[in-house]
Each structure stands twice: as structure tokens, then as C-alpha cells.
């Protein structure tokens, strides 16, 4: 199938709730209520930081930058779709890679705004494309154990609060204490009604 029209049909699929493309493998390992405790391996991210800036500006500057990186703005010119990998070739090795989901975002001591793009686990840290804007790292997130509590609706500052008050409190009285601030995933386009969207927050724990 064409990577244009498998870009069409994974969006399309989105618009109904059904996520088509690759999120990084877990273990579930315990639900408490309606919290997931999750073990999740080392995976390889694009990552960007921005600084100075609202939340929504933060945001769109940040997704400006990864995806750029997608699109083809590093060294082998790779162009990588959203949701479906596209080859490409002419003067430069072709590559074939696709952005996962969920995309993560966390503010950072000091305001700043973090985002990673998740890359599929059939690339390392060597074969994947360097990145043109010195803004782009690729890294490796090590190993973690997450709490997880899951959402649908709309992502608003105000409503990541609640929700991460909601994460936390549920954390209270079970032995499972945060090891960092929560922060968000997003697993789905803007585009995706609220009612259906994805969205969950997050924090490392401990035993």
C-alpha cells in the first residue's frame, strides 16, 4: 500500500478510536482501581525541550520540531510518516521507520517543556537518522515501572491537574510510592474527537 494512503487509512482510523500504529511493548504488573502499574523496557526517543513559553506555544513548538525530524529534516533525509513508515531513496540510504505512539510531554524543574516521540523497536540508536536541528536529541529512556491512569476527553493544563492529583491520591494507600512528577501521553492526532482520544498520565514508582 502507498505511504500516503496508509497515512489516510491510519488517520482515518484514529477519527474512530482505532490506533494502528506501534506503541513501545509493557507488563502490566497490578490495576489498582482504575491505575495500571505498567514495566516498561528501554526504548529509543526523539526528544526536544522548549523554554519560555506557554503550554500551548510549548506544545506546538515542540511537535513542530520532532516532527520536522520525522519529515525528513536529518542526515539521510529519511522521511518518516506518523503513523505508517515510508521509504525513501535518491543519493541517500533508504530507510524505512515510523513514529509510535504515545507521544510524552512533562514540564521540567524550571518550566521548561519536554517532549519525546517514541521510535519503533526495529530501530537503535545506530541506525537511527541523526537529526538536522541541533534542538532533536535521539536517546535511550531507560527502563521503567509507571503508574498509569488512562482518560479520554480533552488535555487541558487544568485537566492533566486533576488528573494527576487523581493518579497520585490513588498511589496514597497502596505500597506503591512516586519516584518523579507525573507527566502525560498522548496517543492520538488533535483531530480525533475527545470523546474518543487517549490520553493518560503517568509516573515512574517504586516498591
Do not use: C, H
Request: proline share 7%; aromatic share 8%; hydrophobic share 40%.
Amino acid at each position: 500500500m502507498d505511504a500516503f494512503v496508509k497515512t489516510i487509512v491510519e488517520s482515518a482510523a484514529s477519527v474512530v478510536g482505532v490506533r494502528l500504529s506501534e506503541q513501545p511493548p509493557f507488563t502490566a504488573l497490578e490495576t489498582i482501581g482504575s491505575v495500571e502499574i505498567r514495566r516498561y523496557g528501554v526504548r529509543l526517543a526523539a526528544e526536544t525541550t522548549v523554554q519560555g513559553l506557554g503550554d500551548d506555544a510549548a506544545r506546538s513548538e515542540a511537535f513542530s520540531r520532532l516532527a520536522g525530524y520525522i519529515f525528513g529534516k536529518n542526515r539521510t533525509r529519511a522521511k518518516m510518516a506518523m503513523t505508517a513508515p515510508v521509504e525513501t531513496s535518491g543519493g541517500q540510504p533508504s530507510q524505512k521507520i515510523a513514529m509510535t505512539a504515545p507521544v510524552e510531554t512533562a514540564r521540567e524543574s524550571g518550566g521548561a517543556l519536554r517532549m519525546r516521540f517514541f521510535l519503533p523497536a526495529s530501530v537503535s540508536a545506530e541506525t537511527a537518522p541523526v537529526p538536522d536541528d541541533a534542538r532533536v536529541t535521539i536517546g535511550s529512556v531507560p527502563g521503567q515501572t509507571l503508574a498509569v491512569l488512562r482518560f479520554s476527553g480533552r488535555s487541558s493544563l487544568e485537566e492533566l491537574a486533576v488528573r494527576k492529583r487523581d493518579l497520585l491520591d490513588s498511589l496514597a494507600p497502596t505500597s506503591w510510592k512516586a519516584a518523579g512528577e507525573p507527566f502525560a501521553l498522548f496517543y492520538d492526532p488533535p483531530f480525533t474527537p475527545p470523546f474518543l482520544r487517549r490520553n493518560e498520565v503517568a509516573v515512574a514508582v517504586t516498591k
